[in-house]
Structures are given as structure tokens and as C-alpha cells.
């Protein structure tokens, strides 16, 4: 079963790293041995890992999620299998392994789990839309672990992207579309008005018209 856990902060109790952390000292045996990663990462045979990083070589990317088959406690070497294919990972390269009991809802974003957990607990600055990324995670079942009033105050809260000002607006009545024939009048009325001023210092030679793209009168219906 894979975790998804919606990070808050290091803190509390329901940080990725605690949840990782706990359900590790849950499943190890002292005679299986275990190796030390980093950030307090430690891993044993069966725990899920997640990938870290893209790598060309491996065809392993971020996010990519396996399972540890094999410890070589004296190289502090961890073997992974990645979609049926194994990966070992030496002690400069480990830094791109962490467990994955627990995951962040970006990390799992393009990711599934059969089963999906959801602490509400320290999400005082979560947003709305968390909650249905870290939900549509499960392919069976997904479990919201809170209270009541702390979902109803997360869903409450205004989704951060109806709060962000571009200065951009559309105009939801755009006028009508014009012919042909009134963007050719309103172009010649323009550049008529705009070469006036030339033509006096000219001598009164009316230069001739063009239509630079710059000067058309364009409108578009969205």
C-alpha cells in the first residue's frame, strides 16, 4: 500500500519524512539489516522507494516508484526494481532514492496507488485543489484521516489561482466581427491621419500608402 501524504511542515507529525520514518521501524526486523541514505533515509528489503530525479541512462525519472529487492550493508549499496527491471544504487548515487510510504501529492502527481491515505492534520495552509489531486491518486480507495471541521475549513479557503492578478482581462462581450470592407476604411482613415503631418513637410506629395502589419485593425471573437 503506498501513502499519499499531503506535506506540511517537518514539524508535525504528519510530514512525509515522519510517516516514512514510522512505518520503517515498523517493518524492519533487526536480522534483515538495513542501509543508510540521505535525509534520514534507511531502507530494507520490500520497502517502496520512489525515484528522485530524471537520469537519461537509467530511464528512471522523478517520481518513478519500485521496491527494494537486495542490501549490500558493507558497499551501503541498495538493488531497486523499477517496472520489473532492478537498479543498483551505490553510496554516490543514493541520494536519489527516499522511501515512498508516504509521498507528497506533487511527487505522486501522474503516479496511482491502490489505496490512498490523507492526513488533514496541519494543513492550516493547504490548498482546496490538494485535496482532489491527493484523492484522485486511488484507484480503490482513498481515506481522508481528520475531522469534519478541518476538511470543511481546507474546501472554504479560495483556490490560490482565483487569487493570482495577472492584469488581464477578457472582455466576456466582445463586439461584433468587422467586414472587410470596414477594416480596409478603418485602416485607410488611420494611416491617412497618421502621414498628414509627412505629406505637409513634403511639399504637399502625398507619400505613398502602405498597410504596415502593425497599423491593421484586428478583432477577435473569443
Not at 93 to 113: F, K, N, W
Not at 165 to 170: G, K, N, T
Amino acid at each position: 500500500m503506498t501513502v499519499a501524504a499531503i506535506k506540511s511542515s517537518e514539524k508535525t507529525a504528519t510530514s512525509v519524512t515522519k510517516i516514512n520514518e514510522l512505518f520503517h521501524r515498523k517493518r524492519r526486523w533487526p536480522e534483515d539489516g538495513e542501509v543508510k541514505g540521505f535525509f534520514g533515509n534507511r531502507f530494507c528489503t520490500g520497502e517502496p522507494v520512489v525515484h528522485g530525479r530524471n537520469d537519461a541512462d537509467t530511464g528512471l525519472s522523478n517520481g518513478s516508484i519500485g521496491t527494494v529487492t537486495a542490501l549490500d550493508q558493507d558497499a551501503a549499496s541498495v538493488t531497486a526494481a523499477f517496472d520489473g527491471n532492478e537498479h543498483a544504487f551505490g553510496p554516490d548515487v543514493l541520494i536519489d532514492l527516499e522511501l515512498a510510504y508516504a509521498m507528497t501529492c506533487h511527487r505522486l502527481q501522474g503516479s496511482s496507488a491502490r489505496r490512498v491515505i490523507v492526513p488533514l492534520v496541519g494543513g492550516e495552509f493547504l490548498d482546496p485543489s490538494w485535496i482532489y489531486t491527493a484523492i484522485t491518486r486511488a484507484e480503490q480507495q482513498a481515506v481522508l484521516v481528520g475531522t469534519r471541521a478541518e476538511l470543511d475549513a481546507i474546501l472554504a479557503r479560495r483556490f490560490r489561482h482565483a487569487a493570482r492578478c495577472v492584469h488581464f482581462s477578457l472582455d466576456p462581450e466582445p463586439p461584433p466581427i468587422s467586414t472587410h470592407e470596414e477594416l480596409s476604411a478603418a485602416e485607410d482613415a488611420s494611416l491617412g491621419a497618421a502621414q498628414a503631418p509627412d505629406a505637409k513637410r513634403a511639399g504637399g506629395r502625398q507619400p505613398p500608402l502602405g498597410r504596415p502589419h502593425a497599423a491593421r485593425a484586428v478583432r477577435l471573437r473569443c
